[in-house]
Nanobody
C-alpha cells in the first residue's frame, strides 16, 4: 500500500507563487518506479490533469499552466513537487497528487489552493 500526502496549499494573491509537495510512503515500494501527477478539481467539474512526470523525468502540462507551473521529483526523498508561479484566480481548486505504481493508482487527500486578492 502506498500513501500520498500533499501539503503547501493556501491563499495567495494573483501573480503570486506556491509550491505544492507530495510525500510518498508505504511498505516496500520503489518511488523511482512511480509516475507522478498533479490534478485539480473545482466543485461540480471533473478532475483534470495539471502536470505529470514519468519515472524517466519526461513531463507533460495542461496548456493553461505551461510556462507557469513546473513539476519535479526527488526520488531519494520520495517527494513530488509542483511549483506554481504567476497564479491566476482560475487556478483556484483542490490539488491532488497521484502516483501510479505497478498498474495501480494512488491518490492523496488534496490540498486547497485559492488565488484571490
Amino acid at each position: 500500500q502506498v500513501q500520498l500526502v500533499e501539503s503547501g496549499g493556501g491563499l495567495v494573491q494573483p501573480g503570486g507563487s506556491l509550491r505544492l509537495s507530495c510525500a510518498a510512503s508505504g511498505s516496500i515500494f520503489q518511488f523511482n518506479a512511480m509516475a507522478m501527477g498533479w490534478y485539480r478539481q473545482i466543485p461540480g467539474k471533473q478532475r483534470e490533469l495539471v502536470a505529470e512526470i514519468t519515472r524517466g523525468y519526461s513531463t507533460n502540462y495542461l496548456d493553461s499552466v505551461k510556462g507557469r507551473f513546473t513539476i519535479s521529483r526527488d526520488n531519494a526523498r520520495k517527494m513530488a513537487y509542483l511549483q506554481m508561479n504567476s497564479l491566476k484566480p482560475e487556478d483556484t481548486a483542490v490539488y491532488y497528487c497521484k502516483g501510479t505504481y505497478s498498474l495501480a493508482d494512488y491518490w492523496g487527500q488534496g490540498t486547497q489552493v485559492t488565488v484571490a486578492s
